[in-house]
């Protein structure tokens, strides 16, 4: 199979398949050097050969769960369900400024009004999202990738989409995530941590549903018209991982991918909002910050910067996920109590000296303040939320409390504010059960 490559709507390159796993990308004759298709991948007449199915950049865009199983059934039979097939469905919908179509397709299709306001105000957002997706999906996914499919969060009531842990539908202007049973009101518990992070950084904008089911994150990869704009690339294709290696890197890669493909006059301003990135995760326990959660926009190699931050959450407060560590090492350890070693990596690797540190954690400390009594309107707004806010609070101050620590930076006490006080216990999180090296195939005793 060969498909061809734009950048920005101009043919710059072909892909194809060498065998069955090698994939071979070629720039055209007389390509401009900023069209390139990945940072990575500079323009060259030598072709580019991977020894994998597709290059780190197109690999980052593949669908994954949900959305690949049903697309392999509906066009595994037609096409076949290689990687490469799959991009040739997916492939003119690509967060970023990359598409990929095959030769003599339509790369531009008329845009079609994707109106959340429906979906974003009453108490059935699901219901909503459901009418949303059923009146796209009829074109495939033209126009957007479609990755929840089913409005049903019932595990009883036999949905697949009950047996994933997150779902999302990517439109040209947004990104709408809904919940599910795994993750009960994961879009409400994203929106309060990307109001934490606003308040110190740049990030996406987002907007909640009424009944704290669907998340709606404004796209910034795009211009005013909803037409590519931005390259991007997650540090996954910047470090040649595929998409399952998201957790295998540490931070030191990631600070050494930066220096390679970010400007030198763009570079501090990079690292001081990675360190906000990694304070964050700390204060707000956040164990799914991984490689693809890390992204670089660009329009050419001189103004590589990185993206506003998005898809922050707080891991800890859900059954299975209460006793995960950080998502990313540093120092070759991943750990909750890294005392003063979380100083001096972000000093030598980042730049950013102790005093500016200190700073930091108490700008964060004050924006986790700020939206605890956020947190507190959606427990009285969303009875199904009580437990999970109450879990939210007593992270977000376990980890603010680990930052100020002495033995991390030492800034002094907090003050919390009345929405961090007379918090009851919530309900008891489930733990696993599991019995390393038992079969579940054998039968109970």
Known sequence: MQLSVYVLGREVATLAQSGDFKSVLTYHPLVAADDFVSLTMPVRLESYAWDDQLPPVLQMNLPEGYLLQVLQEQFGPHIGASPIALLSVVGRNMVGRVQVAAPGAQLHEPAQPIEVAALLKGDNAEAAFAALVRQHATSGVSGLVPKFLDAQTNEDNGSPLAQHKKASLVTRRHIIKGSSAKLPFVALNEHLCM????????????????????????????????????????????????????????????????????????????????????LLTYALRNADCHAKNLALLYTSRADAHLSPTYDMLTTSVYAGFQHNPPGIEFMGKKTWLPGKNLQRFVAATFGIQPKEQGQMVEAISDAVADVGPVVRQAMAQHPGFVDIGKRMLMAWAEGVQGLRDQRVYAVGEWQAGEAFEGVSAPSKLASSTARIGRSPLLGER
């Open 195 to 278: 109001q934490v992070a606003s308040r110190v950084m740049p990030t996406a904008k987002t907007d909640i549903s009424d009944d704290g089911q669907a998340l709606v994150i404004h796209r910034f990869d795009v211009d005013e018209h909803g037409q590519p704009h931005w390259g991007m690339e997650d540090f996954c294709s910047l470090l040649g991982l595929r998409p399952a290696a998201k957790y295998d890197t540490t931070w030191e890669r990631i600070a050494k991918a930066v220096r390679d493909h970010v400007p030198g006059t763009q570079r501090l301003a990079t690292y001081r909002q990675l360190a906000y990135t990694l």
